[in-house]
Structure formats: C-alpha cells, structure tokens
C-alpha cells in the first residue's frame, strides 16, 4: 500500500512537471509567431504539389493561398525565421513522411550561413517540430555552444525564466496553439517604403562553406529520390546581402545538377514590385500588396515549367479562400 | 571494502576531472600525512617529522592563498583549503597520542579525497570519520529518503534564494557612485542572506549525497543568525572550522587559561588565521569578528530578538569587508550608511536593481520559510525526518518543482559557483 502511495505521488510530481514545463514554453500565439508556424503544419491536409521551405524570404513573399485562386496549385510554406540549409533539409525530410510534393522550392538566401547564428531563432524553428529522428538531427546541427540537448526535450530547463513574465497567452493557448498563418504565408499589410539601403560590404571570401554545399547536395538527393522537381529561387529584397558572386555560385550549381534557379530580382519589373509601396521594412520583405504580385508570377511560372494540377474548386481550399480574403481585407 | 574503494576512484576521477595537475598535491600531501602518521606513531624523531610534514603541508596552503595576489596565473587545486586543515588535524592528533595513526593507506586517501567535502567543506575530523567513512555502509531506503531531502533543500537554498541575489549584489557592487547609503546598507543585508544560503546550502547537498550512501558528517551550520552575540555566531557558523580553529589554535596558544589579556590576544590570533585561511583580503575582517567575539556576551540585553537583531546588524557590517575589494572601500560603504539617506530613491529603484516584482516576492517567500525554519529547527527537523516516507517523497518532489521553475539557472544566467568553493 505505501510503495501504490509512493508511486501515485510520483505520477503526480511528473504531472506537475509536465505542466509548468507547458505552461512556461512561449505559445508564439500573439507576439514571436513566427515561432508557431513550423507546427501548424501538421494540422494541414498533406496533399500539397508544392512545398517551398526557406527562410522568412518565403513564409514573408509567397501567398499560397493567391498561387491557389490564380491557378489552382496546392501548396504549403515550410519556412521560419533564419531557417538555416541544414534546418531546411530536416524539414524537408520530415516533409517527405507525410506526403511528397511534385515540386519543392528552395529559397538558397541561407546558404549564406555557415554556423547557427542565435538560439533564438534556432527555438522559432525548432520548438514546435513533433519529435521525430530529424527533430533529434535538427537539434543537433543547429545547437549553439550555449546550448544543450537537455533544453530542448524539456523545455522546463529553458524556459523557467518565464514564470514571471506569464501572461493570459500562456493560459488561453495552453492546449492548443494559435494558427497565424495562411498555408505558411504570414500577412503583413504595413507599408514602409525604401528610402535609403545600406551599402553593400566588398567581402574577403565570397564562397559558400563547404557545410552548405553538403546540405544542398542532401536536399537534391532527398528530392532525386522521391522524384521531386527541386526549384532554386531568391525572393528579391533590395537589401545588398546577396552579392552577384553568390548568385554566379548558385546558377553553376544549378546548372551542373540540372535544376532551375531563379533570383527573382531579376524580374522585379515583370511581376510589377513597386518598393515604394510592396515592402513592409524598407525592401527587405514584402509586404501583403507585393506578396500577391510576386505569388501572381511565380504561379504562372510553375504551371508553365512544371507538371501541377489545377485543383480550383476545390472545398476546402475555397472555404480557406473566402478565410483569408476576409483576412486580409 | 569495495564500495571505499569504488568512492576512492571515482572522488580520485573528479577530482582530476577539475585539473589532472591538481592531483600531484593532494597526492603529496595523502602520502605525506599517511607515512609521517606512522612514523610520528613510531619513530625515533617523530618531532622532526610531524614538524615537517605540517610546514609543507601549511607552506602549499599558503603558497596557494598567496599566488592570487601575485602575477601567477595558478589556480590553487580544488579543496587544499580543506583538506590540509583535516591533514593537520590528524597528525596533531596523532602526535598527542590521541588516537592511532590510520593503517589503511586507502581508507585515509579516502578520508582526505572523499569527493563532496572537497568542495565546500565540511573539514571532517579523522575520529568522526573513522566510523561513518571506514565503516559498513548502509545504502537504505531511509537514507537515500533523508538524502535527497537534504539535497533539495540545498538546491533550494543555492538556486531560488542564493543565487536570486547574486544578481542584486552583481548590480550594487559594479562601482556605480550611486549605490551609497540605503543601497549599501541593502547591498550588505542581501550578502549576509545569500552568503548563508548558498553555502548552508552548498553544504546540505554535501551531507546529503553523503546521507544517501550512509555517511553522517557533521553538520556545518545551526541558525546562525538567531545567534545573540558575534560570540554564539562563530559557534553556529561555519561550525567545523570554527571547533577547527578552536582545538589547533586557540586552544594550543593557551585559550583562556592565562588571564584576560593573553585570551583577547590568542582570539584575535585565532580570528586573523580564520581571515588568512578565507584569504589575504579577509585578514581585516578576521580580525574585526576577532574584535567582536572578545566582547562575548557582555553587551546582551534581556531581550532575546533584541541581542539577535543587534548581532545581525553587526554581521551584515562585517560582511561588507567580504563584499568589498579592499577595507577602505568597505569602510566607506558602512559610512556611506549613517551619511547617505536615500532610502526614498532606493525603494523607488529597487525594481531596477535586477530582480522584477514577481522575482522579489520568490525571494522574499522563501527567505522567510529559510528563516522560519532556522527559527525553529529543533521543533520541525525530527518532524521531517520522522514524517512517512510517501510524505518525504511528497516533500521532495515539491521542493524540486520549485528549484526547476524558480531556480536561477541555465542560458540567460551567469551561473554562480558556491561562494566557499574559492576558499
């Protein structure tokens, strides 16, 4: 009797723990939510044709749901903030267990960084995977030296701080989180134009690590195998961190596996982005307006170059249509 | 047998873990101490060797104590505080005849590298270790209950209250000008609280681990700030190196057998090894509390809370000889006190100093439930240890809730090493 006791006191120390391990991870439900939108996926239907992954240069400039009105295409962003090539490769690969897509679409602007850059974003990213084998490998690559394994599957041991900063988020998505997207498309409708840009920096080294090649390699296996269309593109953004020598390393790779590149940028005046009311922080994003223009283009160009299915009428898209156009509206 | 010298490895392991060099000295001095205690039991110039094995014993502590105020880059092995205190004890000892020398070369490795102690002290003496340590260990359910009981009100006290106000005292002790006055006057209130707890704390854990396995080392602490007289302090702080200082110095110089003047003289002796022993920088403040203690009870009221309140206030102003890098600065922080009357603008600050609303009240809840049991330990101490085993478990496991959620600890916090680990 005393050892049933010992253990339901226990069980309910666990329980206890499992609570204030909930109750203190960030919710990403009203501010950061950013940091929900890896999740909200798995909520989805999985028969999406195309699965971009990325950066905030995706779930920031492409709206899945006006590549749908346009021309029919199902597809879903699996971006998040600074999503590094080794983050995009896990979640690609944990992608590929629900559904394999026709096309997926890289955008290459993290093939700038060679190491993580903040435990910060590296949690945006990472919190709210379901755990599986590439949430373990994710975790591992991307950890900083701060960091530890430790933090991430008890996220108690991290987040604690929290407990005097909890707020009625904490509580009213306890059990459930919030959806903030659209299909991964995150809607900003501010406008801030360009004024000024910084100058662009003359670099020492303008090669990419040999740690992103290796990733990039992985990604055009991963969708070799699974006879997938690998597309490379670079969403245009008028802030000079994209210099012409990464651009002439991506066009050669592209060339010599035999995948399409398109840095966008170079049709800015074809899809018609007007910087001066497109972009919502000084041309580094677009914002809702240039978002649709640049959705616009880039679903003509799928169904011009790839085989997709025009899926127009279909229920569940429409009622999400109607959602979001009084979304944004 | 095999469970000694499965400690002795794996304490030997740890050890080293902190610096293979380190081991050198406190292999010399195992070796040193093990072979003279034999000797000196024996020998023909067993004077010779018993003098010899304490000077260069003594010499490593003070090199070690001294090096820090040079350009040497050495960091002084972890414990040569402890542990050469525990090795003079025992040859002393020996030497009087007080007990044999041990026989087992390693049972005293053990006595001297046992692990948990080598941190934070206790400085166990060879008699009481000889049973608990040498003897048949009793890994209990019970023990291991107490254990971790003991553990968790350690982790307690180091990570929710300890640790909690070292990030006040990292504020009003970075050189800002302004923190004068009420500032100080907290800033040596907040020390006194976080000194006691990180090392009472500290020291829970170490009796705790070694409860689990069996091992009853002395306790180190027994309310010391419900002491009535800087007198009672030292006999409630720090109890093992105060009885330490007591049989090896003040004693040996005569203690109060020879009259009033030659005791004032042997307790300030006593209280400026006590200053050398923290270090160099606490020579002022050894010899302060020396002061204090020659004093003894003569100042005390009839009002009990009235004598402890006094002897707090005298113990927080003490401290700040500790908080502060050099006497003259702690001086001006004690003036600063009766001078500097900002008390309106440090309660309006007091939220800026690190800590926000909600941390303060932790703070202030658990400091209380720390001194509400100092304040009635002898009631509620047997009330635990006899309570049932399931409410231990109950006991434990809260106390670990409230360490993981409130603790300071992990990214975003700088960490603190327990305070005595430096000495």
């Known amino acids: ?329 | 047998m095999v469970i000694n010298s499965l400690l002795l490895i794996i304490s030997i392991l740890i050890y080293a873990s902190f610096g293979v060099q380190n081991l050198f000295f406190i292999l010399f001095s195992i070796i040193s101490a093990f072979f003279a205690g034999k000797y000196i039991n024996n020998g023909k110039h067993k004077k010779c060797a018993f003098i010899l094995t304490i000077f260069f014993n003594i010499f490593i502590l003070v090199l070690f104590k001294m090096l820090p105020y040079t350009k040497a880059s050495i960091i002084a092995p972890l414990g040569v505080s402890y542990y050469t205190l525990q090795i003079v004890s025992y040859l002393v000892d020996v030497y009087k005849g007080k007990y044999e020398p041990e026989k087992n070369f390693l049972n005293f490795a053990l006595y001297i590298a046992y692990i948990p102690h080598l941190f934070i002290g206790p400085i166990s003496r060879y008699e009481n270790m000889k049973t608990c340590l040498f003897g048949k260990k009793k890994l209990t359910f019970e023990n291991i209950l107490n254990g971790l009981l003991r553990i968790s009100f350690g982790l307690v006290k180091k990570f929710i209250i300890a640790d909690r106000i070292a990030i006040l005292i990292a504020t009003l002790t970075n050189g800002d000008a302004k923190y004068v006055g009420a500032y100080a006057l907290a800033s040596m209130v907040f020390y006194a609280i976080e000194i006691y707890a990180d090392f009472s704390g500290g020291i829970d854990i170490v009796l705790g681990i070694s409860k689990m396995l069996g091992i009853n080392l002395e306790e180190n602490f027994d309310s010391p700030y419900f002491s009535e007289s800087i007198k009672e302090f030292w006999r409630r702080w720090h109890i093992s190196l105060s009885s330490w200082l007591k049989d090896y110095i003040y004693i040996p110089l005569g203690g109060n057998r020879k009259g009033t003047l030659r005791k004032n003289i042997n307790l300030l002796i006593t209280f400026t090894v006590s200053g050398l022993w923290h270090g160099v920088n606490y020579i002022v403040w050894g010899i302060l509390n020396g002061i204090f203690v020659m004093f003894g009870d003569k100042w005390k009221t009839k009002y009990k809370t009235l004598n402890r309140l006094i002897t707090f206030i005298i113990i927080c102003f003490l401290w700040s000889f500790y908080i502060c890098p050099n006497p003259v600065t702690a001086i001006n922080m004690i003036i600063s006190v009766f001078t500097h009357f900002n008390y309106a603008d440090f309660g309006a600050n007091i939220l800026n100093l690190g800590l926000n609303l909600a941390s303060f009240i932790v703070l202030a809840i658990f400091t209380c439930l720390l001194f509400i049991y100092d304040g009635n330990k002898s009631k509620l101490l047997p009330k635990i240890l006899n309570a049932k085993p399931e409410t231990k478990v109950a006991l434990i496991g809260l106390l670990l809730i409230c360490v993981l959620v409130l603790g300071i600890y992990g990214i975003g916090f700088n960490v603190n090493s327990f305070i005595y680990s430096n000495f």
């Open chain 1, 1 to 329: 009797m005393r050892k049933l006791r010992i253990f339901f006191i226990i069980i309910i120390i666990i329980l206890i723990l499992l609570f204030f391990n909930r109750l203190l991870e960030p919710k990403y439900a009203t501010s950061l939510v950013e940091g929900s939108m890896i999740s909200q996926y798995y909520n989805e239907s999985k028969d999406h044709e195309v699965i971009f992954i990325g950066d905030c240069e995706v779930y920031a400039n492409f709206s899945p749901m006006v590549m749908y009105e346009r021309q029919g295409i199902k597809s879903y962003i699996r971006g998040s903030s600074q999503q590094l090539i080794w983050q995009s490769y896990y979640i690609l690969e944990e992608t590929l267990k629900y559904e394999t897509p026709k096309v997926v679409v890289y955008n290459v602007n993290a093939m700038r960084y060679s190491e993580p850059v903040s435990e910060a974003y590296n949690r945006l990213t990472i919190d709210y995977m379901k755990w599986s084998k590439q949430k373990v490998n994710i975790i591992k690559a991307s950890m900083t030296k701060e960091e530890n394994m430790l933090y991430y599957v008890f996220p108690l041991l991290r987040y604690h701080s929290r407990f005097d900063e909890l707020s009625l988020e904490d509580i009213n998505y306890f059990w459930h989180g919030k959806s903030n997207t659209f299909n991964g498309f995150l809607v900003n409708k501010n406008v801030k134009p360009v004024e000024s840009l910084p100058t662009q920096k003359p670099l020492g080294n303008y090669k990419f690590a040999d740690i992103c090649y290796d990733y990039l390699n992985k990604i055009t296996k991963l969708c070799k195998e699974h006879n997938i269309k690998l597309v490379l593109i670079k969403a245009p953004s008028l802030y000079p961190y994209w210099y012409d020598e990464y651009d002439k390393q991506i066009a050669e790779y592209a060339e010599n596996n035999n995948i399409d590149y398109y840095n966008l940028k170079n049709y800015t005046s074809e899809i018609g982005i007007d910087f001066s009311t497109d972009t919502y922080d000084a041309g580094l994003h677009l914002n809702l307006n240039g978002a649709t223009k640049l959705s616009n283009f880039f679903a003509d160009l799928l169904v011009e170059n790839y085989d997709l299915t025009n899926f127009k009428n279909d229920s569940l898209y429409e009622k999400k249509l109607i959602e979001y156009k009084n979304f944004i509206q």
